[in-house]
């Protein structure tokens, strides 16, 4: 069975400071994996996600994820934050299981952005 | 451009009465997933549909029934709800993609409190 670590419930940051949001996985096939973003008050959206090729994969909006399959890890990075960026980031990893896809989400990050 | 609507956005209930909540989504896509967002738990999934008229049950399932007698519509019911269904619903639809990826879309929510 697969699942999804999220190591930090919550991460406060200054602006203009990076940040790391940690995801570790388990599954024991090939997988996709994805990081969401949700604003307060707000349904889920796709950040970015990694299927296939490069390791490395980026948002338009700075942020970018590196796949390692060694680690089993996901981690988001941005290397300068802004206010905007104040949010819940979730990680979510898809596999195969007896020909049905399931969709596994972590128990989020809330990044806070201190001025 | 709607995406997915949920109707309604907010809804208080007496233990036991019952409710529906639907979710629409505009963009042909094959799967619907109805999730509950409870803090420090992240999404759990309750139902989900592969196509018009498939249902099948997700990680949370008890309490609850669905639908899916249109593509475009995928409906929640609660029969009798009681105050650990408190919390706030998503749904979101997805279209495997190229790669064989599901990517979802997700609502702007619905708050449901029981008392």
């Known amino acids: 069975a697969q699942s999804v670590t999220q190591l930090d419930s919550q991460v406060p940051v200054f602006e203009e400071a990076p940040v790391e949001l940690r995801c570790n996985y388990s599954?024991?096939?090939?997988?996709?994996l994805f990081w969401y973003v949700q604003y307060p008050n707000q349904g889920l959206q796709l950040l970015l996600k990694y299927l296939s090729g490069s390791t490395l994969v980026k948002s338009i909006n700075g942020f970018e994820a590196e796949f390692n399959k060694s680690q089993t890890s996901f981690h988001l990075r941005k290397p300068s934050v802004h206010i905007s960026d104040t949010a819940e980031y979730f990680c979510a990893v898809s596999d195969w299981d007896f020909g049905n896809e399931k969709l596994t989400f972590g128990t989020g990050t809330r990044l806070t952005i201190i001025p | 451009n709607a995406g997915v609507t949920q109707t309604p956005k907010f809804r208080v209930l007496k233990t036991g009465q019952s409710m529906t909540l639907l979710c629409a989504q505009d963009m042909n896509h094959e799967y619907m997933y109805w999730y509950r967002q409870d803090p420090g738990m992240g999404l759990r999934l309750i139902h989900y549909s592969v196509g018009e008229g498939t249902t099948a049950k997700g990680e949370v399932p008890d309490g609850y029934n669905v639908s899916r007698l249109k593509k475009q519509n995928f409906l929640l019911g609660l029969e009798s709800a009681a105050p650990s269904q408190t919390s706030v619903y998503f749904c979101?639809?997805?279209?495997?993609?190229?790669?064989?990826?599901?990517?979802?879309?997700f609502g702007a929510g619905s708050r449901l409190t029981v008392l």
């Open positions: 599954s024991s096939v090939s997988v996709y």
């Open positions: 979101a639809s997805g279209f495997r993609g190229p790669s064989g990826a599901n990517v979802l879309t």
